[in-house]
């Protein structure tokens, strides 16, 4: 038996035999070919310098946290461009400085 059988249909009566279905996987036979003299053909795996940075930049965006931050305060002297295409709402768009 390879797992946890599944058992239904129990019925379980005084002076009557216990009867239930039980299903369950069962390990196949297995037949042990001749498997002397195969040739098996092994080729070195060929990873390259794209392939490492790839594969690190799947990682990165894989385990990657965004984490909202409270805004910095703002201070006298402190100043922010905005280029605005188009916004909702706005017929016209704008720049401020």
């Given at each position: 038996?390879?797992g946890?059988?599944?058992?239904?249909?129990?019925?379980?009566e005084?002076?009557?035999p216990?009867?239930?279905?039980?299903?369950f996987?069962?390990?196949?036979?297995?037949?042990?070919?001749?498997?002397?003299?195969?040739?098996?053909?092994?080729?070195?795996?060929?990873?390259?310098?794209?392939?490492?940075?790839?594969?690190?930049?799947?990682?990165?965006?894989?385990?990657?946290?965004?984490?909202?931050?409270?805004?910095?305060?703002?201070?006298?002297?402190?100043?922010?461009?905005?280029?605005?295409?188009?916004?909702?709402?706005?017929?016209?768009?704008?720049?401020s400085?």
């Amino acid at each position: 038996m390879v797992g946890r059988p599944n058992v239904t249909d129990v019925h379980f009566e005084k002076g009557e035999p216990l009867r239930f279905k039980a299903e369950f996987e069962v390990a196949p036979e297995v037949v042990l070919g001749d498997y002397r003299g195969i040739t098996i053909h092994y080729a070195e795996p060929e990873v390259t310098d794209e392939d490492v940075i790839k594969r690190l930049e799947e990682l990165r965006e894989q385990k990657a946290q965004y984490v909202t931050i409270d805004p910095l305060p703002v201070e006298d002297g402190d100043y922010c461009l905005v280029s605005l295409d188009s916004i909702a709402g706005v017929e016209t768009p704008g720049s401020s400085g």
